[in-house]
């Protein structure tokens, strides 16, 4: 963080600067040292802050100011969350850049792994692929940092339809988190983030009661952690495996309770549309199914996607 500078007055004369001018002076100082202690506790937590309310963290963000690579990983982060990746990347970029400049080789790892995360995001499996081979000889003695790599590193498969060795690196990295015992909030996020990913890869070949296993998991520890937008994240991914298992009362009554809350995204609300009509065609409710489906295209149109194609 750049530090304020209080420009001298010109003055002329007697050497004292008059009691009046003295008061500002100290006044705008304890206002600059007040900002500047409260500044680091604004970057705590940064992933955490940034899933749990992306726009209203990126907004207190942007009251801060300065050359602070923990400042722009925050805001990579914020921005991540509100599908922002461009502005993402280009704040992790700086983030990575000032970690060298300042030889802080531990932050580096950790801006490069969340850049690979960013690639990930933006369905770029096979450069994430390149990115993690590249990084990997860097993190032999980081447990954390290991875990992580894992963790994209079965993502990165799961993305390529590898889907085997994906359960096999995701189950490295769960293993590993468990060893480590962290309690930091991101580290718990992280842990979450990977509960999800195993249960989405186990729901994708089959493996029903697996994947609801670990959606629970991920569910309870975000209850715990207070983090809405995982929840609805979670109950949207449980709600879908509910109509692959052939489950769709419980189905319903899961996407009956997210569509109640005002609060709910247009994204999730779209999609939430889409599976409650399709739980409710599987019971038999074609009328009802068509009108909540028309609602979810509607939100879609309004979101910007395109209409699909006419039969």
């Known amino acids: 963080m750049e530090h304020a500078v209080l420009k001298r007055t010109p003055y002329y004369g007697a050497h004292d600067l008059g009691p009046s001018l003295m008061r500002r002076y100290f006044l705008l100082l304890l206002c600059w040292l007040n900002q500047a202690q409260a500044d680091p506790s604004l970057l705590n937590d ?74 990930l995001d933006t369905a770029a499996p096979d450069q994430a692929v390149t990115l993690l081979a590249q990084l990997k000889p860097a993190l032999q003695g980081d447990g954390a940092q290991r875990a992580q790599w894992h963790a994209l590193n079965g993502l990165a498969l799961y993305k390529t339809n590898q889907l085997q060795s994906a359960i096999a690196e ?13 309690e930091s909030k991101t580290a718990q996020l992280q842990y979450i983030r990977l509960l999800i990913t195993l249960g989405n890869l186990y729901a994708d070949i089959g493996l029903g009661q697996e994947a609801e296993q670990h959606y629970l998991d991920a569910l309870q520890r975000t209850l715990s952690l207070n983090e809405p937008n995982s929840q609805t994240l979670i109950k949207a991914n449980m709600a879908r495996l509910y109509l692959d298992m052939d489950r ?11 569509l109640a809350n005002p609060t709910l995204s247009p994204d999730y609300r779209a999609a939430m549309l889409g599976y409650l009509a399709m739980a409710l065609n599987a019971e038999g409710n074609c009328s009802a199914a068509l009108r909540h489906l028309d609602e979810a295209d509607a939100l879609y149109q309004q979101l910007g996607y395109p209409a699909p194609p006419v039969c």
């Open 46 to 119: 940064a992933e955490w802050r940034a899933a749990r309310d992306p726009a209203f963290y990126l907004s207190q963000l942007d009251t801060l100011a300065g050359q602070d690579m923990e400042l722009f990983h925050a805001r990579s982060l914020a921005k991540a969350h509100l599908g922002d990746y461009r502005g993402a990347q280009l704040d992790n970029a700086r983030a990575r850049a000032l970690a060298t400049s300042h030889q802080e080789s531990s932050r580096q790892r950790d801006f490069q792994l969340y850049q690979i995360a960013l690639v």
């Open 170 to 182: 995701l189950k490295s990295a769960f293993l590993l988190k468990r060893q480590l015992k962290q």
């Open 248 to 258: 769709p009362a419980r189905a319903r009554q899961l996407l009956d309770g997210q």
